[in-house]
């Protein structure tokens, strides 16, 4: 498995304004995953991070309010960018370790970072 | 959409006594993941089983596969009270990316 740093753990934010939230990964990792959790619901996944290229966005989410950058095999950023209070939600790093097309392997997260925008 | 749904939404239990949560989903998989998540936190892996698997055991933990039905079932023997949180089931598909089911909450009361 692999140990997964996020930071901030939790923050609150002003509505307008964007944040960086970062995640760290103790070993090199071919999948990286972000996605979120908004209050009493299931984790639905935002994109794939992917190394040294433009990250694969889900339906409904769009690379200018969720830029995602990832420049090497173990880290990663995700910013919420111009935040409403509809954004408040647990956001969560996630990985795969393994070969790219090896999809039995187990998926890991991070502890999350839980954002209130007020 | 996601593409499991777990039953019940909410279990409480006594310590001592085993819970059991079902997830149902809808197309063919690769595997299926089980998590639980305790308030607010991030999701803990439990177990990974292939969809050529019928059954496998993580200490008190027992999960069972039938791909036939499409579902899967987590069983929790012995429950303590640290055992309260949400569990999660999740799918994937060959090549494609895991769909989280909506989670069962489980009360353990001491």
């Known amino acids: 498995s692999a140990v997964i740093s996020q930071k901030p753990s939790r923050d609150i934010c002003q509505r307008g304004t964007s944040l960086t939230i970062q995640c760290q990964v103790d070993?090199?990792?071919?999948?990286m995953f972000w996605y979120r959790q908004q209050p009493g619901q299931s984790l639905t996944l935002i994109a794939t991070?992917?190394?040294?290229?433009?990250?694969?966005?889900e339906s409904g989410f769009v690379i200018d309010k969720f830029p995602i950058s990832r420049p090497n095999l173990t880290f990663s950023t995700l910013t919420v960018s111009n935040m409403s209070p509809e954004d408040s939600s647990i956001y969560l790093c996630?990985?795969?370790?393994?070969?790219?097309?090896?999809?039995?392997?187990?998926?890991?997260f991070g502890d999350g970072t839980r954002l209130s925008i007020l | 959409s996601q593409q499991g749904e777990e039953d019940p939404q909410a279990l409480s239990i006594q310590e001592g006594e085993n819970a059991t949560m079902n997830c149902s989903y809808k197309?063919?998989?690769?595997?299926l993941q089980w998590y639980r998540q305790n308030s607010g936190r991030g999701l803990v892996h439990l177990i990974l089983?292939?969809?050529?698997?019928r059954e496998k055991h993580s200490g008190r933990l027992r999960v069972t596969l039938d791909t036939s039905k499409k579902s899967s079932s987590l069983l929790i023997t012995a429950s303590r009270a640290a055992d309260t949180a949400s569990y999660f089931c999740?799918?994937?598909?060959?090549?494609?990316?895991?769909?989280f089911g909506e989670g069962t909450q489980l009360t353990v009361n001491p």
């Open positions: 089983i292939r969809s050529n698997e």
């Open positions: 197309t063919s998989i690769n595997n």
């Open positions: 991070a992917n190394q040294g290229s433009e990250a694969t966005y």
């Open positions: 996630s990985v795969r370790v393994g070969k790219t097309g090896d999809s039995n392997q187990p998926q890991h």
């Open positions: 999740a799918t994937r598909a060959s090549g494609s990316r895991l769909t």
């Open positions: 070993s090199q990792v071919t999948m």
